[in-house]
């Protein structure tokens, strides 16, 4: 049977040219994978012509005290608080900017939507937001770069034509890169791991686990991949299938991937209800609230995610320098305050950076 | 029905939303604007259309809380039918809002065929409707719509917002046929007192099936024009409208018992938190803030009207 699924893979990846290959680990999709360099050189940037919008006959702003406001998807949850933390604190650093954020206290498209109407028309000069639907969302955004406001994204993206600017969190291949990086280091070199997913058709999930293989094919050779296991995005059925994989692998299985915030604490209390806390190591992708337990008790050592504090920075600071005029199309790089240089990526999108590794000295400040 | 005072309470609402306005204006230079007031009409169209099916249900003593569902789930079957089946666009839209309509019949043939109560109908088909429109959708967004689409949401006729004609002209219309018509009495009468209503020959059950079905159809309406001004289908579209709706209605002086009410009245609420919602965001007030406010004015507006009701009623 394996056989075969190998064969019917070479013939596919045959068929579909040699651009595509399918995923060394099952659960990666077929999409070709870019890893990063092993030592984090940033790659390249792929030259992308500028496709953001262009706000339509915008005033002088240059060094000038300007209003922005902050529509989130939602207020009132740890991480939008976290952003908006971030964002005051670029604000107050300027000292030429009046921040303030509001929105919608459920994720909800409509009164994002008239959140952001009701701005406009009370005349700001600067639109931060987070947007519930990329398409759903355009149409106001367009509105408001002809009424000649600056806009810049955060965390979700709209379509590019709809706003300035877009500050990516995170790329796949720089999370790849960091959860096998941490796995080498926990687990060791050689170590054997197993994946527990959402599902292996989730796009977000198979991309990683896709740039994962890959990553780790070509920087960490000796680490050897078990099995990934379905686990939808439920607590119980992810805590169940991380005990099956401990009692099936037994001494070989020294490292385990959660590949979303349901999984990985559900894996990390697999792990310590089996007893192998520090044989087991647990990394993946979660949020600080969650994992607090499992760090604390040195079960868990690494939780990758990215700094919600820093992306509304980064996001205040972009929104400053294109009021400035400092940040123009075709700009390869912007400086964001305290962040340093940011790279500008595909087109339109400046990339926050490597992403962020809690661990027991800094998981304490952050509450989300 | 004691027309003097159906007029007291749109009076002292009307006063109400005279005097939010100046406070408004006062507050903002930007709220009274025509760019701005034309901006919330177009806002509050979709919300309006079902408050004016809601005022009939709840005269008749009855509740529609599956109308938000019923927008989403018509939302969703237009994107379907445009995108997946291939239909033209405009057979797309009328077969969408043919469904929408029969959503609507169906909860009116299971409250008045079952005798079950509104509440527990409405709120079962809440969770069907909507269960259907994320199981059909599969969570998966439509887009693309062609750009003459859009008029239905973004477009103008005269200088004023398409949608804010189509809610004038239901508006009027919905006014003349409850206070106007046999119909209109037959609805007043079924809310007021059903079984006496049964006895002078009133065919109560047909009355509430035609309502419940033209609450579908104005969920359905809705849904096309929130689709076109929004550019996107979601199964999530109208999450919460239901209560959106009922509270302009309430505000409006509709008694939640029956019987009574009036589509001005409506149309009144329906400004008075639209206003209140807009203004104060120019103002100033954050959100939250601004929920507390409405909160506020919605019991403030029922504990006058109540007291005005007891003084009469002795």
New interface residues.
């Given amino acids: 049977m394996k056989k075969l699924t190998l064969a019917a893979i070479v013939g596919l990846g045959l068929m579909s040219g040699s651009a595509l290959a399918a995923s060394a680990w099952t659960g990666g999709d077929d999409l070709p994978t870019s890893p990063l360099a092993c030592d984090g050189t940033p790659a390249a940037a792929v030259a992308k012509p500028y496709d953001g919008g262009v706000p339509t006959n915008p005033p002088d702003r240059k060094g000038k005290k300007i209003t922005v406001v902050d529509v989130p998807k939602l207020?009132?949850i740890g991480y939008f608080n976290a952003t908006s933390k971030g964002i005051a604190g670029a604000a107050a650093e300027l000292g030429n900017v009046d921040a303030?954020t509001?929105?919608?206290?459920?994720a909800?498209?409509?009164e994002q939507?008239?959140?952001i109407?009701?701005?406009i028309?009370?005349?700001v000069d600067g639109i931060l937001f987070a947007a519930n639907?990329p398409?759903?969302i355009?149409?106001v955004l367009k509105k408001a770069l002809e009424k000649g406001i600056n806009v810049v994204g955060y965390d979700a993206n709209s379509t590019p034509d709809a706003r300035q600017w877009f500050v990516n969190q995170a790329q796949f291949n720089g999370i790849a890169k960091s959860l096998v990086d941490n796995m080498a280091k926990e687990a060791g070199e050689d170590a054997g791991v197993a994946i527990v997913t959402s599902t292996f058709t989730t796009p977000n999930q198979a991309r990683w686990i896709a740039e994962m293989a890959a990553y780790a094919a070509q920087c960490h050779p000796k680490m050897k991949w078990l099995e990934t296991v379905e686990a939808q995005e439920d607590n119980n059925l992810s805590f169940n299938q991380a005990t099956t994989l401990i009692n099936k692998y037994g001494d070989d299985l020294k490292g385990i991937f959660g590949m979303t915030s349901v999984a990985t604490p559900a894996s990390a209390e697999a792990v310590t209800q089996a007893g192998k806390c520090g044989k087991i190591a647990v990394v993946g992708l979660a949020t600080p609230n969650a994992m607090k337990p499992y760090v604390e008790k040195d079960c868990v050592k690494s939780v990758v995610l990215w700094n919600p504090v820093d992306l509304g920075y980064a996001a205040m600071q972009v929104l400053r320098a294109v009021a400035d005029g400092t940040l123009q199309p075709g700009a390869t790089s912007v400086k964001a305050g305290k962040l340093g240089d940011l790279q500008v990526i595909n087109g339109s999108e400046i990339l926050l950076g490597s992403p962020y590794t809690f661990t027991k000295e800094n998981i304490g400040q952050f509450d989300f | 029905m004691t027309a003097a005072k159906l007029f007291r309470h749109e009076t002292i609402l009307a006063a109400l939303t005279v005097i939010a306005m100046i406070v408004l204006a006062s507050l903002s230079d930007k709220f009274f604007t025509a760019e701005n007031l034309l901006n919330q009409g177009r806002l509050m169209a979709e919300v309006g259309l079902i408050s004016l099916a809601m005022t009939f249900v709840i005269v008749t003593g009855g509740i529609d809380l599956s109308v938000g569902s019923i927008l989403g789930l018509t939302a969703i079957l237009l994107g379907v039918f445009w995108k997946n089946l291939g239909l033209p666009l405009p057979a797309a839209i009328l077969l969408a809002m043919v469904c929408g309509t029969f959503a609507g019949f169906v909860n009116g043939l299971i409250i008045t065929r079952f005798s079950v109560p509104p509440l527990i109908a409405t709120l079962a088909t809440l969770a069907l409707y909507r269960g259907l429109a994320e199981g059909i959708s599969e969570a998966r967004s439509v887009r693309g719509y062609p750009e003459w689409f859009f008029f239905f949401g973004q477009g103008e006729v005269l200088g004023v917002p398409f949608q804010l004609w189509v809610l004038g002209i239901a508006t009027a219309i919905a006014a003349v046929i409850l206070g106007l018509t046999p119909f209109g009495r037959a609805t007043y009468a079924t809310g007021a007192n059903e079984v006496a209503a049964r006895f002078s020959g009133i065919r109560v059950n047909a009355a509430k099936l035609w309502i419940y079905t033209a609450s579908g159809f104005c969920a359905a309406l809705a849904a096309v024009i929130f689709v076109s001004r929004v550019t996107t289908t979601r199964s999530d579209m109208g999450t919460g409208l239901e209560l959106d709706a009922i509270t302009a209605v309430v505000l409006g002086g509709t008694s939640i018992f029956g019987g009574r009410g009036t589509i001005i009245g409506t149309a009144l609420g329906l400004i008075l938190i639209q206003a209140l919602k807009n203004g104060l965001a120019l103002s100033g007030v954050k959100g939250d803030g601004t929920i507390v406010v409405i909160g506020l004015v919605l019991i403030g507006a029922i504990l006058v009207g109540a007291l005005f009701d007891r003084n009469r009623g002795g």
């Fill in positions: 207020i009132g303030k509001d929105g919608p206290t459920k909800n498209i409509d939507i008239t959140f109407d009701n701005y028309t009370s005349g639907d398409v759903a355009a149409p």
